[in-house]
């Protein structure tokens, strides 16, 4: 069965949206059974189970992610995104750029490659944290 655009958008903006609002059940439930989920530099999960575990580890009360849509577009079953995401950890915020391929089977995510910077990252990390550190100061 084949997807047509919108609706592979759709379900990609649907699984960000469960992801910002905590909802890892909503998020997982766009997902297929074998999904492949590929991160630069760091280990790729297969299976909606390991990407469950992945996705609960980092929905703790201190955590939290949000990612803005800056550009999607899609053909058939492939989506591409680019967008900032920010995760706060606790008092810290940290955004940096991102770029998505997700690959759509029946209408469920087979396949999310992520592209980023880890320099990116850490600009990002440091920049929240001289945030942070900032607004503690007492004033003078």
Do not use: H, K
């Not at 059940?25 to 991160?39: C, F, K």
């Not at 390991?50 to 992610?65: C, D, I």
């Not at 940096?96 to 320099?119: K, M």
Request: with cysteine.
């Amino acid at each position: 069965m084949s997807t047509d655009s919108n609706t592979a958008i759709r379900v990609v903006e649907d699984f960000f949206a469960a992801l910002t609002d905590r909802d890892v059940d909503r998020a997982v439930g766009y997902l297929t059974p074998d999904m492949v989920w590929q991160n630069t530099t760091l280990p790729t999960l297969r299976g909606r189970s390991a990407v469950r575990r992945a996705l609960s580890f980092a929905n703790r009360p201190a955590l939290r992610f949000e990612a803005e849509m800056r550009n999607i577009a899609g053909d058939s079953e492939t989506v591409l995104t680019e967008r900032i995401d920010t995760l706060f950890v606790g008092p810290l915020r940290s955004t940096f750029w991102v770029c998505g391929t997700f690959e759509l089977r029946d209408g469920r995510i087979a396949v999310w490659r992520d592209r980023f910077s880890w320099g990116n990252v850490a600009v990002g990390t440091v920049t929240a944290t001289a945030r942070s550190l900032l607004r503690r100061q007492p004033p003078e």
